[in-house]
């Protein structure tokens, strides 16, 4: 894309939209390519008295979402999204998945024809017909542009401290790559791009059911090695899952950030790990302990969960991913957080795959390969 420097907007702005602002923000100032303005839409919320636009733009902190923070003074703040997005050639996208389906009707015929989207939303939406909708397929096909996705081990806090972590990049089309990449690459955040798009997203998406599990585990007090064999059989789920859904991935890609490292990071240390662990030591529901325990941010896992559930009943799938169905129920409510470790027990995964040899074969096969 030779020619003008691109406008950059960021359509969000909670905790991970502002992270993503901090180094956009940066990129866009020092790089030619780029128009040093970049758009931020903030859904609009009263902050002690004070609208929260006119505090980032004030103050160029996002006092809600990520205090502490500096945002680079050419992010601008704007409540109305058609405002913030109607110039601009990038979108990146880092709403809760619940809104995106409004926000893509919001702008419909109110952006350029020639943007591209960069989505970083982690979550599904369901499709008529009892499937599932990516959430980059939403905005393609509700605003008629091409849409990359981002994914990986990038838990906002540590992102905006700068320490180093990875991240890849899904984008099938080679030349829009690098300009997504320089977009988003800092020295302390290092983009492996890869053409598997739909893969990259799926892992995003489904990591966050795992936390879930991994929370549950936590909550019990059933400890590290437990924890590990929720991780391992969510892996597997995933992988399954992609297998069936999405033929013609890349084993690779659970490799990247956005596989292996991101299930890793958020078992351990975000918001769905750890809402899951209070949901079992304090017996609330999981929309209460959002409420009390988040201050605006939301959860995604027990929604892809039920995202994802619906698609496996209606497709009576249900048995050949025994975790996400499990951590589905207990968050419902129909089963307790201890039945999980009882419907894992059995999992197709401990199914022995190799028939083993009796004993007297074996000896014989010794005796004639010998
Ligand atoms: N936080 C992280 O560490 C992290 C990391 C990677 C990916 N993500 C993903 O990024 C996406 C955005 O998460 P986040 O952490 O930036 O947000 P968040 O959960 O911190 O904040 C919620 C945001 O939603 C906005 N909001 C509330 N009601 C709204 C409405 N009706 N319409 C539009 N916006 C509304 C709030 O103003 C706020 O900006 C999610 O899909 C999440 O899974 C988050």
Not at 23 to 39: E, K, S
Not at 332 to 355: F, N, Y
Request: proline content about 4%; some cysteine; aromatic content about 6%.
């Amino acid at each position: 894309m030779p020619g003008k420097p691109k406008k950059a907007c960021i359509v969000g702005s909670g905790n991970w939209g502002s992270a993503i602002a901090k180094i956009v923000g940066h990129n866009a100032a020092r790089l030619p390519q780029f128009d040093d303005r970049v758009t931020m839409y903030v859904y609009e919320e009263m902050v002690n008295g004070r609208k929260l636009t006119e505090i980032i733009n004030e103050t160029h902190e996002n006092v809600k979402y990520l205090p502490g923070h500096k945002l680079p003074e050419n992010v601008v703040a704007i409540p109305d999204v058609v405002e913030a997005a109607k110039d601009a050639d990038i979108l990146i996208f880092v709403v809760p998945h619940q809104f995106i389906r409004t926000l893509c009707s919001t702008l419909l015929g109110k952006i350029k024809p020639t943007a591209i989207g960069l989505s970083l939303i982690k979550g599904f939406d369901q499709a008529a017909g009892g499937g599932i909708d990516l959430i980059s397929h939403i905005i393609t096909r509700n605003l008629r542009i091409q849409c990359a996705v981002l994914m990986g081990a990038n838990l906002a806090g540590e992102v905006a401290d700068e320490k180093f972590c990875e991240t890849t990049i899904g984008c099938r089309d080679s030349r829009l790559a690098p300009l997504l990449r320089d977009l988003i690459q800092t020295d302390y955040f290092r983009v492996v791009v890869v053409d598997d798009e739909d893969a990259v997203e799926v892992c995003g998406a489904l990591k966050n059911i795992v936390a879930c599990g991994a929370g549950f585990v936590d909550g019990l007090g059933l400890g590290d090695n437990t924890k590990a064999a929720v991780i391992r059989l969510g892996l597997m789920e995933m992988i399954k899952f992609v297998d069936i859904f999405y033929p013609g991935s890349k084993l690779s890609t659970f490799f990247e950030s956005c596989g292996v490292a991101d299930l890793i990071t958020t078992c351990y240390g975000g918001r769905n790990r750890r809402v899951s662990e209070a949901f079992v030591k304090t017996g609330k529901s999981i929309k209460e302990l959002e409420d009390e325990l988040l201050n605006g941010q939301k959860l995604q896992g027990p929604y892809t969960a039920e995202e994802v559930n619906f698609m496996l009943k209606n497709k009576g799938m249900e048995d050949r991913f025994p975790l996400f169905t499990a951590i589905h129920r207990i968050c419902i409510g129909e089963l307790s957080a201890g039945e999980m470790i009882e419907c894992i027990k059995h999992h197709p995964e401990h199914i022995p795959k190799t028939t083993y040899v009796e004993e007297d074969e074996t000896a014989t096969e010794t005796k004639t390969t010998g």
